[in-house]
């Protein structure tokens, strides 16, 4: 089956510093992959849509300047969560949508702010 | 506003019974809708859908059932195995391009062997 895969899985970063996270589609090309955040006891939510070489679209009070999405390939898409906070510690994940319309989950990436 | 709701945060059943999650929805645009299964720190994965076409689906021991004049759809496991233990997702979307799909809060089943 499609994997996709997310790199770090978890991530620990002082307050103020800025933390890059991967999501690669390991066996098919993916022109869109999507990013969410999962709070405690909360549904995924959609942070944004990520689009290969163009810029993502941004849910609203999603911060764009502060979690910035770059998909620079049909593989591989970053959400770079900048100057962290301690509010920002959640766990992100992205998936990938495959041709025929399939959306593939990472593993996710849990972040700590200190 | 929550468009997909699962009212049942948790539920607990007996190995080898049914398992019945229940999902509603406001939104009347959305003609699929899907069942994801998510363990802790893992991904979700994909479980089983249904277009709107549809009133019921079936794959094993996953059965979704879709009312759509009441803007519900359930998802049964039957028979119900300590594996299942996991968090269930119900999502929908317009469409079956997948674009802007929305979750459900989950609702998270425990079998007991």
């Known amino acids: 089956g499609a994997v ?3 790199h770090p899985s978890r991530v620990i970063c002082k307050s103020g510093t800025s933390v890059k996270i991967e999501c690669r589609s390991l066996d098919f090309q993916a022109t869109t992959m ?6 405690p006891k909360k549904s995924l939510m959609l942070m944004a849509t990520s689009n290969e070489g163009s810029k993502a679209t941004y849910e609203q009070g999603v911060e764009k300047d502060k979690f910035l999405i770059n998909h620079a390939s049909l593989t591989l898409s970053t959400l770079t969560v900048t100057s962290a906070h301690p509010e920002d510690s959640s766990f992100y994940i992205c998936s990938a949508r495959r041709n025929t319309g399939e959306l593939f989950f990472g593993e ?3 972040l700590t702010v200190l | ?6 009212n049942s945060p948790s539920l607990s059943v007996q190995e080898g019974r049914i398992s019945i999650l229940n999902c509603d929805y406001t939104n009347s645009m ?13 991904g979700p994965t994909f479980l089983i859908s249904i277009s709107s076409i549809k009133d019921k689906n079936e794959d ?3 059965t979704v059932f879709l009312n759509k004049s009441a803007k519900h ?3 049964h496991i039957v028979p119900s195995q300590p594996g299942d233990s996991a968090v269930y997702f119900c999502a929908a979307s317009v469409g079956t391009s997948y674009d802007k799909v929305i979750f459900g809060p989950g609702t998270s089943l ?4």
């Open chain 1, 4 to 6: 996709v895969s997310q």
């Open chain 1, 34 to 39: 999507f990013w969410y955040r999962q709070f």
């Open chain 1, 108 to 110: 996710g990436s849990r």
């Open chain 2, 1 to 6: 506003d929550q468009q997909v709701k699962q």
């Open chain 2, 30 to 42: 959305f003609d699929y809708f899907l069942w994801y299964k998510k363990y802790p720190a893992e």
């Open chain 2, 60 to 62: 094993g021991r996953f």
């Open chain 2, 73 to 75: 759809l359930s998802l």
């Open chain 2, 110 to 113: 425990s079998v007991i062997p």
